[in-house]
């Protein structure tokens, strides 16, 4: 079953409560604080800062693509200062093993018995926030076990199931430039990632700034801002709020057009995808669009906030054509072409 899928349609639900009033008021709140915490370390790298944060909103997991030296590793770090969770960083390499991820069973004697008895050690997965360094630096076998314990939030070890603590999100970096000796992702494991997130080089004015700050950041503190119990609630404060039919329809369209063969195709997909989104993109879409609405403090989402979050909930979603390659076409370049076509259906 999908962990989603009875989250994603629109919900009758009376925001009008004094309750969730002030949930969504503090909604805005956290997400302004936190956005002053990150700046206070990091330069620019806005709109990163706001999608790693509308997927926790959302319940989701984060893939964050970018060369090396761009911050992705203390944007992340500062963030976890800024939650006051509990966080832990999995560097992956090509020795990495799944237990050293879940965690594994050692054979402990009992001091006063004399019995051997086996003890579950728990591993670094066990933390609200997961760090998951360089994750296509390690075999699929080792990936697969990070990816099972995302999906399911929880981890098996011999019978016995072990829940995550909530809330749990993982955060995983790649370099797109440096492929030798890495294990890439394949589609169906991308998809566990609500969003993709591309990380790009500062402008002039922002990289003096980081030459000027390089000595002071490690200096600075963040303040916690939010508690696990209160962003637990702000998540189910998300799945609460109503999303207009409209919404839906154009959410669900969208996800539709980028199917080629399919009776709502757009153009481009005719044109340059081999692959479309499956419905767990339309999910993401209105459940991303509802977390964009709370991120701003508003009682509803709108288009814009479908439009706004669809680049990286899609383009990891789709397949382009040899067409498409041919052309030196990305997904995102794909992506980007069936976005202003489908202003045309607004």
């Given at each position: 079953?999908?962990?989603?899928?009875?989250s994603?349609?629109?919900?009758?639900?009376?925001l009008s409560?004094?309750?969730?009033?002030?949930?969504?008021?503090?909604?805005?709140?956290?997400?302004?604080?936190l956005?002053n915490?990150?700046?206070?370390?990091?330069?620019?790298q806005?709109?990163?800062?706001?999608?790693?944060?509308?997927?926790?909103?959302?319940?989701?997991?984060?893939?964050?693509?970018?060369?090396?030296?761009?911050?992705?590793?203390?944007?992340?770090?500062?963030?976890a200062?800024?939650?006051?969770?509990k966080?832990?960083?999995?560097?992956?390499?090509?020795d990495?093993m799944?237990?050293?991820?879940?965690?594994?069973?050692?054979?402990?004697?009992?001091k006063v018995?004399?019995?051997?008895?086996?003890?579950?050690?728990?591993?670094?997965?066990?933390?609200?926030?997961?760090?998951?360094?360089e994750?296509?630096?390690?075999?699929p076998?080792?990936?697969?076990?990070?990816?099972?314990?995302?999906?399911?939030r929880?981890?098996?070890?011999?019978?016995?199931?072990?829940?995550?603590?909530?809330?749990?999100?993982?955060?995983?970096?790649?370099?797109?430039?440096?492929q030798?000796?890495?294990?890439?992702?394949?589609?169906?494991q991308?998809?566990?990632?609500?969003?993709?997130?591309?990380?790009?080089?500062?402008?002039r004015?922002?990289?003096?700034k980081?030459?000027?700050l390089t000595?002071?950041v490690?200096?600075?503190?963040?303040?916690?801002?939010?508690?696990?119990?209160?962003?637990?609630?702000?998540?189910?404060?998300v799945?609460?709020?109503?999303?207009?039919?409209?919404?839906?329809?154009?959410?669900?369209?969208l996800?539709?057009?980028t199917?080629?063969?399919?009776?709502?195709?757009?153009?481009?997909?005719?044109?340059?995808?081999?692959?479309?989104?499956?419905?767990?993109?339309?999910?993401?879409?209105?459940?991303g669009?509802?977390?964009r609405?709370?991120?701003?403090?508003?009682?509803?989402?709108?288009?814009?906030?479908?439009?706004?979050?669809?680049?990286?909930?899609l383009?990891?979603r789709?397949v382009?054509n040899?067409?498409?390659?041919a052309?030196?076409?990305?997904?995102?370049?794909?992506?980007?072409?069936l976005?202003?076509?489908?202003?045309?259906?607004?």
């Amino acid at each position: 079953m999908n962990p989603i899928s009875s989250s994603a349609a629109p919900v009758a639900t009376d925001l009008s409560a004094d309750r969730d009033v002030r949930l969504l008021q503090r909604a805005g709140e956290i997400a302004d604080d936190l956005r002053n915490q990150v700046e206070r370390r990091i330069v620019g790298q806005q709109h990163i800062v706001d999608g790693i944060v509308t997927a926790m909103m959302a319940n989701g997991h984060v893939l964050l693509v970018g060369v090396p030296g761009l911050a992705k590793t203390l944007i992340i770090s500062t963030l976890a200062d800024a939650l006051h969770l509990k966080f832990n960083r999995i560097q992956f390499t090509p020795d990495l093993m799944p237990t050293d991820i879940t965690g594994t069973e050692v054979i402990q004697e009992d001091k006063v018995t004399g019995e051997r008895v086996f003890r579950f050690v728990r591993g670094p997965i066990f933390a609200n926030i997961i760090l998951a360094d360089e994750i296509n630096r390690t075999p699929p076998k080792t990936q697969a076990a990070l990816l099972e314990a995302m999906q399911e939030r929880d981890v098996t070890a011999a019978g016995t199931t072990y829940p995550l603590d909530p809330p749990f999100f993982v955060l995983a970096t790649q370099n797109p430039i440096e492929q030798e000796g890495t294990y890439p992702l394949p589609e169906a494991q991308l998809d566990r990632f609500m969003f993709d997130l591309r990380i790009g080089y500062p402008d002039r004015v922002e990289e003096e700034k980081i030459a000027t700050l390089t000595r002071e950041v490690q200096d600075i503190d963040v303040q916690p801002v939010v508690h696990g119990d209160e962003i637990i609630e702000l998540q189910q404060l998300v799945r609460r709020i109503p999303v207009p039919p409209s919404i839906v329809g154009f959410a669900v369209r969208l996800a539709r057009s980028t199917r080629p063969g399919g009776d709502e195709q757009a153009s481009v997909a005719k044109r340059y995808i081999s692959w479309g989104a499956g419905p767990r993109a339309s999910q993401y879409l209105v459940l991303g669009a509802k977390a964009r609405a709370a991120f701003r403090g508003a009682p509803m989402p709108t288009m814009d906030d479908v439009l706004d979050i669809a680049p990286s909930i899609l383009a990891h979603r789709i397949v382009v054509n040899f067409d498409g390659e041919a052309e030196g076409l990305s997904t995102r370049d794909v992506v980007r072409e069936l976005l202003a076509e489908s202003r045309k259906w607004i």
